[in-house]
Nanobody
Framework: QVQLVESGGGLVQAGGSLRLSCAAS????????MGWFRRVPGKERDFVAA????????NYADSVKGRFTISRDNAKKTVYLQMNSLKPEDTAVYYC???????????????????WGQGTQVTVSS
């Protein structure tokens, strides 16, 4: 079992930066890929970024490439999302997610993730 708690959301002006953190509890954190997703009201949960377990290979949605960076610290059981050059369209609730233990590669699909945090609101003003 893995429990995930996001933090770091807030209100920021366009062009600004935020760093989201996702702290995990449970012994399977280091054996699974992690991802970040976001959702705006009335829409499906969208993929943002993912990172593999061991070599740290990453994947990004086209809309955030070059602006967002996902990273992880397995010793601290924490995954991060550094968000730079934020735009109003980045406004959403951001969720971190963990794949099941033993699934080492990231995925674009929410259904491939077994554990989810409660979400943290990011609001970007114009």
């Amino acid at each position: 079992q893995v429990q995930l708690v996001e933090s770091g959301g807030g209100l920021v002006q366009a062009g600004g930066s935020l760093r989201l953190s996702c702290a995990a509890s449970g012994r399977t954190f280091s054996n699974a890929a992690m991802g970040w997703f976001r959702r705006v009201p009335g829409k499906e949960r969208d993929f943002v970024a993912a990172i593999s377990w061991s070599i740290g290979s990453t994947n990004y949605a086209d809309s955030v490439k070059g602006r967002f960076t996902i990273s992880r610290d397995n010793a601290k059981k924490t995954v991060y999302l550094q968000m730079n050059s934020l735009k109003p369209e980045d406004t959403a609730v951001y969720y971190c997610a963990s794949r099941p233990s033993g699934y080492y590669s990231g995925s674009y699909y929410p259904n491939d993730y077994a554990y989810w945090g409660q979400g943290t609101q990011v609001t970007v003003s114009s």
